[in-house]
């Protein structure tokens, strides 16, 4: 049995905080129930870590957490060094028996004492960091879906990706396979269709529930769409009879992550679908990011995570239609100066 190297230690503690995606959570479990030394760190990291449960959690400001992460870096080394340091004392103390009982037992709990502090300390500032990763990360995606859409708009005449739609069709159908162009992602579905992005770009990395979509090339062409609402975490701009000026005027959202206002859409695609608006869905950020903000792509290209809803000189909101407060899912921006990004 060859020994954890860093990443494998980092990926259970992770684990054991919470703080993993949740293909990192599959990855960690199978380390754990394949690898005797990883199941040793990971019981004994639950056992130490058990006092935690009991505390209450309190949001940390971004500034503090920040900070922390910064004053934390120089130490990170040797404080992993010290945890593994302090395992690997109760690792021997298993081997020694019951001898001086009383006196391990005190050890235990000083160890266990330490190891919760430095816990405490690190909880806010490991989530913000893990926190800032999955943005960066989500941005790297988006990236690479804009250059996707300049190669495509290359190979067709500058035209960005798009099937044809009839007025009314429900755009909120993510995930339905027949001939009609109901869904609103079947435009950008063009792209990893065609070769242009990989389909894993289309699932932001702090979305604990998207999975990537994997077929074979030569299956392509039995998939109309994306096949759920899982394996496309972002929301599209829904598209009105005027085209869109991509260099006119200031950069218009094109893509965001996951509108808030559409996480839960209805399996059955012969259901009605109907939304009302109310306080809390217009203040709602997206849930890829822990409600922390949003990334939205622009039809330049660029790029920037937002805390807001609110884009651009107008503080147009990117996730409602003006002056529109039911939605049943066939609804369209009156013009393009009204951002709307959907399902």
Not at 42 to 70: F, Q
Not at 176 to 192: A, C, D, F, V
Request: proline residues 5%.
């Amino acid at each position: 049995m060859s020994p954890l190297n860093n990443p494998q230690k980092e990926l259970l503690f992770d684990y054991c905080l919470g703080l993993t995606t949740e293909n990192e959570s599959d990855q960690a479990q199978k380390l754990i129930s394949s690898n005797e030394q990883a199941a040793d760190i990971y019981e004994n990291l639950k056992t130490s870590l058990t006092p935690l449960e009991n505390l209450e959690a309190e949001p940390c400001p971004d500034e503090l957490a920040e900070g922390t992460v910064w004053r934390l870096k120089n130490a990170a080394r040797a404080s992993h060094l010290r945890l593994e340091e302090l395992l690997a004392k109760e690792q021997a103390k298993k081997a020694a028996g019951r001898n001086h009982f009383w006196r391990s037992l005190g050890e235990l709990v000083t160890a266990a004492a330490a190891i919760v502090i430095f816990t405490a300390v690190l909880v806010a500032p490991l989530n913000f960091a893990r926190q800032k990763a999955w943005q960066q990360r989500c941005q790297m995606q988006l990236h690479q879906i804009s250059q996707g859409i300049n190669q495509y708009s290359s190979d067709y005449d500058e035209k960005l990706p798009a099937v044809a739609t009839t007025t009314g069709a429900p755009w909120w159908k993510v995930g339905y396979q027949g001939k009609e162009n109901y869904s609103n992602t079947r435009h950008i579905w063009l792209l990893p269709k065609g070769g242009y992005v990989n389909p894993e770009c289309f699932v932001c990395p702090g979305r604990s529930k998207g999975r990537f979509l994997e077929f074979e090339p030569s299956d392509v062409n039995n998939y109309n769409d994306f096949s759920s609402r899982d394996t496309i975490t972002y929301s599209l701009r829904v598209r009105c009879d005027k085209s869109m000026d991509r260099t006119a005027g200031a950069p218009k959202a094109l893509m965001a992550d996951l509108n808030p206002l559409f996480e839960r859409l209805p399996q059955d695609f012969a259901n009605v679908f109907k939304l009302e608006l109310d306080k809390k869905l217009l203040k709602l950020n997206s849930i890829n990011h822990r409600r922390r903000g949003q990334n939205v792509l622009f039809c330049d290209g660029s790029s920037r995570f937002v805390k807001k809803r609110l884009v651009g000189i107008t503080d147009d909101d990117i996730f409602t239609l003006q002056d529109t407060n039911v939605y049943e899912g066939t609804e369209v921006p009156s013009s393009e100066t009204d951002a709307f990004l959907a399902p």
